[in-house]
């Protein structure tokens, strides 16, 4: 008999995890072994055994019971928590570091860096509203269209991003 690993899935959003990858892993892990080994319990088997971290969680906590006994349900789960989810929370993070490094460049008309900034707000979620506004406020170089945004801020306690990059500057 053929000793094979894989590498331990332990389910991380940064997006180093691959959920297709371990998948074919484990196909060819089997693969490596005898020709009656290949069985969907040996599947469920070898996948739960290289589950880690929050993977791990997943499995224990929010896989019912009698899903955790057919490999085709466990596939469709996994793929759904690990693979879209995953791509989703990539593209937030993205979202969220546009933002966070917004600022307009030396050189830069304030049409181009509104623009940038309505790009960024037609990804974005409502909830990073306030955000983008505050670093789009404190990204601009441009310092008489800077103070008019103030100015035209002033008294405004709840910020949101959208009426301040529809208004003509």
């Known amino acids: ?10 389910g991380s959003k940064d997006g180093s995890e691959d959920h297709e990858v371990f998948l074919d892993d484990i196909e060819f892990a089997l693969d490596q072994v005898e020709e009656d080994l290949h069985t969907d319990k040996n599947r469920l088997r070898f996948f739960r055994q290289h589950l880690k971290g929050e993977a791990a969680k997943w499995w224990n906590l929010d896989i019912p019971y009698a899903d955790k006994k057919d490999w085709q349900t466990t596939v469709k789960a996994f793929t759904n928590k690990y ?19 917004l600022c307009q460049h ?3 008309s304030i049409a181009s860096y509104v623009h940038r900034a309505k790009v960024i ?13 505050m670093s789009f406020l ?7 269209q800077k103070r008019v945004v103030e100015f035209s801020l002033g008294a ?8 301040l990059l529809s208004r003509k500057l």
């Open 121 to 133: 707000d037609r990804k974005s979620t409502p909830e990073m509203s306030n955000q983008l506004a």
């Open 83 to 101: 693979g879209e989810g995953v791509q989703l929370e990539k593209k937030k993070w993205q979202i969220q570091n546009g933002i966070a490094v």
């Open 138 to 144: 404190l990204g601009m170089r441009d310092i008489p």
């Open 106 to 108: 030396e050189g830069e």
């Open 1 to 10: 008999m053929v000793n094979v690993s894989i590498k331990d899935f332990a």
């Open 156 to 163: 405004i306690s709840n910020l949101h991003v959208s009426p």
